[in-house]
């Protein structure tokens, strides 16, 4: 078999290079992906492309002034059908068309005319176009960040039109300045205001690592401080990429859409070059068993089956919040440091065991880090610990709380907090291993077998249980030396009732039998035709049924008349 058709785990390859086959798998440098080709003027792609602007002015006002943008139609909404001057045009026009008013030609003392320094974003919307599409980015936007904790639309600031070396007819466009943003509006008639987010700007790392393993471009280098200067940033671009012919810089041209880039992210933080010496990823035991030496042969883990008191002192089990044995057993295995894997639908209680997880580790003095792809995940868990007193423990790094600013905030209000006070008093732990001994004493007993039956309490129990709910109710019926028999003793009764309710079902009722003062008793018999004929003829001529007791032989049970 091929290193081809071989996993990355599987073939022979240099642990380096496996490293580097597994973060290839994360990227994705094909025209699907948005951060290299961007769709423009697309009705059914949610973007909006703003026209007539200016990327440094639009840079200043909205991430350094921190003001809030509008958006402004192109052009009124087309004709309703029936009524005049009714056409076929679509909703976004893609011809040129030109925004500016009289009073606009007016330029400040940078040159800058009145148009591009406001605060409204120009496209080639309708009003009815632009208001659904602000509306469809406003409820996706939230969805996503809701579900995956982390924002995901941005305003892209200028555009390199570059050309697909493999299909010189291939012209595409990728963003280059990212402004994570965010879209806002007060009630449902209000307009919607565009805003920057607290977060860093980004470059499209994408495309720097596309440019530098397709083309050997070397992108410039992207400082988003205070002093970022866009307008330097895309020239310094355009110098970059001057020796592809055909590639240009277009500074000025803007979309507002969605941009995900996690896993490049992912891709970069696995480089074993950025990580420092003496720890590189490649050095981690964990990678090393991953990826090339395999994982060492341990004890098995505690079955889910067995009693967890003798091996889990209750001194041990540092929890928040409730936990079942198989929870319990989950937890002590990772405070031992093992790997592990729990699977288990909704609702079995695995946000429980994560909080009991880092709970323990807390109290072990431990760091964790917790991940995970949906954001309500993280919310349930930190709700539990917050709920336990646990909660100012931990730090988030997600959604609107990921920003530097309010990441230091929270490590200036944790500080102050101060080291956690108190300590497990040894008393209540005697009186936990005292209440816990009476109780499994109770339970050992429910389990010991009583008597010549050798049935157990918890039978007896189950059985009166399962009598209540099939609607049996109890009978005064006295059965003297019950409680001597054996189980053996106890199969034959029960034979024995069997028997005897199959000869009722056989000749029916006592009260249905012809004959006055009629009584019944039960004597020893083989089954025979014979005494079935006489029986029959006795019931026939309605008078009792007189049987010869000297000469029957011992045998099973029989109902039989007699007087």
């Not at 440094?56 to 350094?64: A, P, T």
């Not at 003798?310 to 929890?319: N, S, Y």
């Not at 816990?436 to 389990?447: Q, V, Y």
Request: include cysteine; aromatic fraction near 6%; hydrophobic fraction near 35%.
């Amino acid at each position: 078999m091929s290193d081809v058709a071989k996993s990355v785990f599987q073939s022979d390859l240099p642990l380096k290079e496996k490293l580097d086959r597994a973060r290839m798998e994360l990227l994705d440098l094909s025209a699907r992906n948005r951060l290299l080709n961007v769709p423009r003027f697309s009705k059914s792609a949610k973007t909006i492309d703003v026209v007539d602007e200016r990327s440094s002015e639009i840079y200043r006002l909205l991430v350094n002034e921190g003001k809030a943008f509008t958006f402004l139609a192109g052009k009124p909404d087309r004709p309703k059908a029936g009524q005049e001057g009714t056409s076929a045009d679509e909703e976004i026009d893609y011809s040129p068309i030109s925004l500016a008013q009289p009073e606009d030609d007016e330029v400040d003392d940078r040159g800058i005319s009145a148009r591009h320094s406001d605060t409204k974003l120009q496209t080639r919307m309708t009003p009815t176009g632009l208001q659904r599409r602000l509306l469809d980015l406003y409820h996706d936007a939230r969805t996503l960040e809701e579900e995956q904790g982390v924002n995901i639309l941005f305003l892209a600031l200028g555009m390199l039109k570059w050309i697909d070396p493999n299909n010189k007819e291939n012209i595409r466009q990728a963003p280059l300045i990212l402004v994570p943003v965010r879209l806002e509006r007060g009630t449902a008639g209000e307009k919607f205001r565009l805003r920057a987010r607290p977060e860093d700007q980004s470059a499209n790392l994408s495309l720097e690592l596309y440019l530098d393993r397709m083309h050997k471009l070397a992108m410039p280098s992207f400082d988003a401080g205070d002093d970022f200067d866009a307008s330097k940033y895309l020239d310094a671009v355009a110098e970059a990429v001057s020796t592809k012919e055909g590639w240009e810089v277009l500074r000025d041209d803007m979309v507002l859409g969605f941009f995900s880039f996690a896993k490049f992210l992912m891709y970069r933080d696995l480089d074993p070059e950025i990580w420092p010496e003496g720890s590189k990823i490649i050095e981690q035991p964990k990678i090393r068993s991953l990826l090339s030496d395999g994982f060492e042969a341990r004890e098995p883990l505690m079955s889910d089956d067995i009693a967890i008191d003798p091996h889990i002192a209750p001194a041990e089990m540092l929890h928040i919040v409730d936990s079942d044995s198989s929870q319990t057993l989950a937890i002590h295995d990772v405070r031992k440091g093992r790997d592990l894997v729990i699977q288990g639908p909704p609702g079995t209680g695995k946000s429980q065991t994560i909080a009991n997880v880092i709970g323990s580790a807390v109290a072990d003095g431990k760091t964790v880090l917790f991940v995970a792809e949906k954001m309500a995940a993280l919310e349930v868990v930190k709700r539990r610990l917050d709920n336990a007193g646990v909660g100012d423990a931990c730090l988030e790094l997600h959604s609107n709380k990921a920003n530097k600013r309010m990441m230091l905030e929270e490590l200036r209000r944790t500080w102050q907090l101060g080291s956690p006070r108190g300590q497990f008093p040894s008393a209540l732990t005697d009186q936990l291993l005292q209440a816990r001994d009476k109780l499994n004493a109770h339970a050992d007993r429910m389990h010991v077998p009583f008597g010549a039956s050798g049935l157990t309490p918890y039978q007896v129990f189950g059985q009166l249980t399962r009598l209540r709910q099939s609607g049996q109710k109890p009978v005064d019926i006295e059965l003297e030396g019950a409680t001597e028999w054996t189980s053996e003793g106890v199969s034959s009764r029960r034979k024995l009732l069997d028997e005897v309710s199959q000869r009722i079902n056989e000749i029916g009722l006592p009260s249905t039998i012809p004959g006055e003062g009629l009584a019944w008793t039960l004597y020893c018999q083989p089954r025979s035709s014979g005494s079935c004929r006489e029986l029959r003829r006795c019931w026939s001529k309605r008078r009792p049924y007189r049987p010869n007791w000297s000469t029957l032989p011992l045998g099973s049970r029989r109902i039989l008349p007699e007087f």
